[in-house]
């Protein structure tokens, strides 16, 4: 998530972070797998693929939709659920079959016809329609699904996904996805990865996307609104974006640096990782963030070119090498605000040796930077706390430090390598560092990870 996301950062803390020069159990139950979320997903099966097809009705803000989910049973399924909050489900099938259901608190329940046997791959369809709900999480910050005056949004970190689309909502269970959108044709609408269709028909355009690459389900984007649709290469790959008309002049010289910013985090991390990249960037004052939606980042703001190294950072970090849960968040937004001190310190701004140093002078009373530590956010409240960005990218620096700058780029490189397209946690991060540089490194991440207070 971007590093304005929610972060109420003190003066103290936000001069430090400008770096950049100012030009630049039964089966199918629902047993805890996400210790923030627990009521979240289901670990019967393994979603393997989204497909969904959304007509959205500009005037009433409904949609009218169908999902295709392809999945692989871990067990005999007798029952089995989605994640899904409001809107109304009028059928569903399993492998063709229509099949019973029932709702629960963000829960679709199914019994198909036929129990699925254990290993067993199988399909499941549902048809549904209503009005997607926004989300209010836990620290007060909207997602799900977000009106515009032109439209609509949808952002999903953590939690917000299941308010548009039926699906196992947990960031490790990864599949791949293709959506197509219905929409007036005075609108352009948007998702991940390649733009694969246009078609035009009674007054409404169906744009298809696909992202082939595994996705957690809260990356997934919708963008539904007015603008020019861009398209071209960027850094050698097929590129999309929509910017809002209203945000187009100050934000295209801003976006034209992408592929500098591409091509320079390949050169410490490798290569990019999906097969398309773009942006999304649509009006909405009220909501303030930016969201790393794998291959197309949709800012909800005019963003600045710190903003667009970190969230491209995530491609990586965040994308391609995912969280197993959530309290790991810090693999996340500790790498991607790091990265954004290194770029600028490799641009003409500050190195990251000094943002460090002037953080580290931050008093241990000054506790939104010290609290909670980032290794563990404690609860979700704290999910994106300023600690996980801020002391969390300190912790990355301080591996820096004690190793050198060429060992620790090798540990970055090699995690986003070893890692990529799956789900993976700290302490394998640490295990994986340790390898690379022949150090015990266990004293340092228990200090800048898990101690609460200044370490």
Not at 77 to 93: H, I, K, P
Not at 213 to 227: H, K, N
Request: some cysteine; overall charge positive.
């Amino acid at each position: 998530m971007g590093a304005v996301r929610r972060c109420a950062i003190p003066l103290l803390l936000a001069a430090a972070l400008c770096a950049l020069p100012a030009s630049a159990a039964a089966a199918g139950s629902e047993r805890p797998r996400e210790p923030f979320f627990p009521r979240a997903g289901n670990v019967g099966y393994d979603a393997l693929a989204y497909s969904a097809q959304i007509a959205f009705d500009a005037r009433s803000g409904r949609i009218k939709a169908s999902a295709q989910i392809e999945a692989l049973a871990s067990q005999r399924l007798s029952n089995f659920s989605l994640d899904l909050r409001g809107l109304t489900v009028t059928a569903v099938e399993v492998n063709g079959q229509r099949a019973r259901f029932n709702r629960g608190r963000d829960k679709l329940k199914i019994h198909p016809q036929t129990p699925v046997p254990p290993g067993s791959g199988f399909k499941v369809s549902v048809h549904y329609e209503g009005r997607p709900q926004t989300v209010i999480d836990a620290d007060g910050g909207h997602e799900g699904w977000i009106p515009t005056d032109d439209g609509a949004f949808a952002v999903g970190e953590p939690q917000g996904t299941m308010v548009w689309l039926p699906c196992n909502n947990v960031p490790a269970d990864k599949a791949s996805f293709q959506i197509a959108l219905t929409v007036p044709s005075n609108l352009k609408a948007v998702s991940n990865g390649r733009l694969l269709e246009i078609s035009r028909g009674g007054g409404r355009t169906t744009y298809t996307w696909r992202e082939p690459g595994p996705m957690s389900t809260y990356l997934a984007l919708i963008d539904i609104g007015r603008g020019k649709l861009l398209d071209g290469k960027v850094a050698g790959r097929p590129s999309w974006t929509l910017i809002d008309p209203r945000q187009e002049k100050r934000t295209l010289p801003v976006l034209a640096e992408l592929g500098e910013v591409i091509r320079f985090e390949e050169k410490i991390f490798g290569p990019y990782p999906f097969e398309a990249v773009g942006s999304v960037v649509d009006f909405e004052p009220k909501l303030g963030y930016a969201l790393e939606t794998q291959s197309r980042t949709i800012y909800a703001f005019i963003p600045d070119l710190t903003t667009v190294v970190h969230e491209t950072a995530h491609q990586w970090f965040g994308d391609s090498v995912g969280l197993q849960r959530w309290p790991n968040i810090w693999l996340n937004e500790g790498f991607a605000t790091w990265a954004q001190w290194y770029y600028a310190e490799r641009h003409g701004g500050r190195s990251a040796r000094d943002i460090f140093r002037a953080l580290y002078r931050v008093p241990a009373s000054h506790e939104e930077l010290w609290e909670p530590p980032s290794g563990h956010p404690g609860t979700p409240k704290n999910l994106f706390s300023s600690s996980v960005y801020v002391r969390g990218a300190m912790a990355l620096e301080a591996l820096r430090i004690k190793v050198g700058t060429k060992p620790m780029l090798r540990v970055l490189k090699r995690w986003a390598s070893d890692h990529a397209y799956a789900s993976a946690n700290i302490k394998q991060f640490v295990a994986d560092a340790e390898k690379v540089t022949g150090k015990n490194l266990d004293p340092l991440f228990q200090r800048w990870l898990y101690k609460r207070g200044k370490p």
